[in-house]
Nanobody
């Protein structure tokens, strides 16, 4: 119903920057919330940042002041600008979307994940 395609992951040195993108497509009426979560080996998946359709944002404590989430509602795309990257930011980053389908049902979707590796 909602397909998410992520891009922009890769390898970067500590202190560097990366920008992730997540494009949503499918048979939906509206994407209400888009967000990024991450999971490092041996750890639970955790919130990175979320953004509502009106631009309200929420960030995980570990990324506040370094990461910025934004979205282009016309393109159904969310972005995550990651600056001042640290070794502990290494993880698989997953895009998530909460959508309202054309039949008015709510639908939650996950992307396939993109690897972000920060090296010293």
């Amino acid at each position: 119903q909602v397909r998410l395609v992520e891009s922009g992951g890769g390898l970067v040195q500590t202190g560097g920057s990366l920008r992730l993108s997540c494009a949503a497509s499918g048979r939906f009426y509206r994407i209400n919330v888009m967000g990024w979560y991450r999971q490092a080996p041996g750890k639970y998946r955790e919130l990175v940042a979320v953004i509502t359709s009106s631009g309200g944002t929420n960030y995980g404590d570990s990324v506040k002041g370094r990461f910025t989430i934004s979205r282009d509602n016309g393109k159904n795309t969310a972005y995550l600008q990651m600056n001042s990257l640290k070794l502990e930011d290494t993880a698989v980053y997953y895009c998530n979307a909460e959508a309202t389908l054309r039949n008015s049902e709510d639908f939650n979707s996950w992307g396939q994940g993109t690897q972000v590796t920060v090296s010293s």
